[in-house]
């Protein structure tokens, strides 16, 4: 099986979302429950603090952990790779100067970053999460997707 196929449910950890509980603990259980990937999402943390979470996070979990915007950090706290947002460095720049193995992955945010054509809005984005959040919402995405990607 293909490591794409095997990730089924990615939590992110966010200190607004955990309400002071801990990341660690908070993703452990996530992962017990189903979770196959963590990314660490924290806008406000020093490198320091993001670095300190995502060791912390790597040593915790047998599931891959992605460092949101910091490639560097990712690399410093061995995990998996980095998820970079539309204000980033471009994957194209980046890529040569990161280990082999190393995730990159990237926001898309409409026709100039997927290649599709027509406008997006985010007001159907907002729509589709909530149509799509919570265990009924989950189902019902699942429920969508085409038979291949179940």
Known sequence: MAFADQLRLMVLTDPV??????????????????????????????????????????????????????VDVALAAGAAGAHLGQDDPPLDALRPAVPPGILLGN???????TGASGP???RRTRAMRARHSGPTGSRRSRASRPRGCR
């Not at 926001?107 to 970053?113: A, K």
């Open 107 to 113: 926001s898309v945010g409409g026709p100039r970053t």
């Open 17 to 70: 979302l955990l309400r002071a509980r801990d990341a660690v603990d908070v993703c452990r259980r996530a992962v017990a429950g189903g979770a196959t990937i963590v990314q660490v999402r924290w806008k406000d943390a020093t490198p320091s603090e993001l670095l300190q979470l995502a060791r912390a996070l790597v040593l915790a979990l047998p599931v891959p952990v992605l460092v949101n915007d910091r």
């Open 120 to 122: 997006a809005s985010s």
